[in-house]
């Protein structure tokens, strides 16, 4: 069965922190991987997709895949109280349309 | 990004009626799109698969009879709960792949329905 890992949390880390998020998931065949950011009471916002391994950044994100270690994260540099929401990692085979999502990690940035 | 509209954002309903709760591409025709349903502070999970043209595909343990899917074109696909029951009472979010290979999901806005 086809698992994606996160630990619900809450993660909670001081304003100006570096916050760093962690996915482990199951399937070797995994090709795309997203982290998508959830509000409460929202639905999910796409914030970084990354599909070789390494890092990736944007702006304040930056996602690393370590495909061999089955591993994904997310680091959010410069923590705002903003930035305060669940965070889904979310993993694709190749070829399929279908992605299969962790449970999420709340994040919370206090002041 | 791509946009995808839901409709409604929230719906209160009495037990025993349907709702029919709306998905749109805006700005790309989707042939394909998700309904997922989420619990308070769950994850995602899918309910079925929306085909333009066809019948949608059912995840196990969702019943058919009770979500009703139609994707009667490239930009629209509906989800009416039938017969709603307060258990039915969740956030119902529509999505679609998009992208150079259908790579990229984008949400709808969701709709939070509460069955009295």
């Known amino acids: 069965q086809k698992e994606v890992e996160q630990n619900s949390g809450p993660l909670s880390v001081p304003e100006g922190a570096i916050a760093s998020l962690n996915c482990t998931y199951s399937?070797?065949?995994?090709?795309?991987f997203f982290w998508y950011r959830q509000y409460s009471g929202k639905s999910p916002e796409l914030i970084m997709s990354i599909y070789s391994n390494g890092d990736k950044e944007d702006g304040r994100f930056t996602a690393q895949l370590n495909k061999a270690s089955q591993y994904v994260s997310l680091l959010i540099r410069d923590s705002q109280p903003s930035d305060s929401a669940t965070y889904l990692c979310?993993?694709?085979?190749?070829?399929?349309?279908?992605?299969?999502f962790g449970r999420g990690t709340s994040l919370i940035v206090h002041p | 990004g791509a946009v995808v509209s839901q409709h409604p954002s929230w719906v209160i309903c009495k037990s025993g009626t349907s709702v029919k709760i709306e998905c749109r591409s805006l700005?790309?025709?989707?042939?394909?799109m998700f309904w997922y349903r989420q619990f308070p502070k769950q994850s995602l999970m899918l309910m079925a698969t929306?085909?333009?043209?066809?019948?949608?595909?059912?995840e196990q343990g969702v019943e058919k009879d009770k979500f009703l899917i139609n994707h009667a074109s490239l930009t629209l696909s509906t989800l009416t709960v039938t017969s709603a029951h307060p258990e039915d009472s969740s956030f119902y979010i529509c999505?679609?792949?998009?992208?150079?290979?259908?790579?990229?999901?984008?949400f709808g806005s969701g709709t939070q329905l509460s069955v009295l």
């Open positions: 929306s085909n333009e043209g066809s019948k949608a595909t059912y």
């Open positions: 979310a993993v694709k085979r190749g070829g399929s349309y279908i992605p299969t």
């Open positions: 999505s679609a792949p998009t992208g150079l290979a259908n790579e990229k999901l984008f």
């Open positions: 399937d070797r065949g995994s090709q795309s």
């Open positions: 700005d790309f025709q989707a042939t394909t």
